[in-house]
């Protein structure tokens, strides 16, 4: 009850700045009509702290109510998708009041190996945080983000494919862009309206569960196009529009 609460409130807040403010397109909806209620995970790039998760769940929520491939009025918020969790940094879901309403809506925060309050460090895993997000993951559907940053091409971290060989979820890469143009970097607020959002949801990955955890994330990272490969087409196209 409490998190349909959350979903309405941050639903009904939020909608504007992507269907008016500025404009979502929506693409591949019926890879998710017939996944089961537990063991999916959806990876994707990462661009805003919050803009990017807010707007998977107005799409999951859209999808329940049948439609596919856009928002239009949120009358779904009325009886929201809640089986969803998103994997967070402890750090910033404690960060400030609304980050903790954000919460509540389902965050799964662990604690990052590699940086804390804008340092670099390095540490083990907690396992308890690999027992939260196994638990979560075996009745729900979870997002997380595999970089662990809103930075492009970003290495990605292995504990997305730990949780991928553990539990052999099926796994649905998504595509996003445009959120970094439209917002700042916490997601809360405009930086630019008009702009294009596209969220792209692909068909699950074919994954041979007894790879290495690299092999597993390398396939990640190229599902979600953020792999060395995509980084040089990048930059490809980059020069030839510089060369124009």
Not at 120 to 148: C, M, Y
Not at 180 to 208: C, H, M, N, Y
């Amino acid at each position: 009850m409490i998190r349909s609460l959350v979903y309405a409130l941050v639903g009904f807040v939020s909608w504007p700045g992507l269907v008016l403010f500025n404009r979502i397109k929506i693409e591949g909806t019926e890879h998710l009509r017939q996944l089961p209620k537990g063991n999916v995970l959806f990876v994707s790039n990462h661009q805003t702290y919050f803009a990017d998760v807010i707007a998977f769940l107005h799409i999951f929520c859209a999808v329940k109510w049948r439609r596919e491939n856009r928002l239009g009025i949120p009358f779904y918020l009325l009886n929201p998708f809640t089986n969803v969790h998103f994997i967070a940094a402890e750090e910033t879901m404690n960060g400030s009041l609304l980050s903790r309403i954000f919460k509540m809506a389902g965050a799964l925060t662990v604690k990052r190996t590699w940086r804390e309050k804008g340092k670099d460090v390095s540490r083990e895993r907690d396992e308890s945080d690999t027992q939260k997000i196994d638990e979560a993951l075996h009745n729900s559907w979870i997002i997380t983000f595999p970089q662990g940053t809103t930075k492009p091409f970003a290495p990605g971290r292995k504990g997305t494919a730990h949780i991928i060989k553990n539990n052999q979820p099926i796994v649905i890469p998504v595509v996003i862009n445009g959120f970094w143009r439209a917002f700042t970097k916490t997601g809360l607020s405009f930086k630019k309206t008009g702009t294009q959002l596209t969220v792209r949801f692909k068909e699950p990955l074919v994954i041979d569960y007894t790879q290495p955890v690299d092999a597993i994330l390398d396939q990640v990272m190229e599902a979600i196009e953020q792999s060395k490969s995509f980084m040089m087409k990048g930059r490809h196209h980059l020069m030839q529009m510089l060369d124009k």
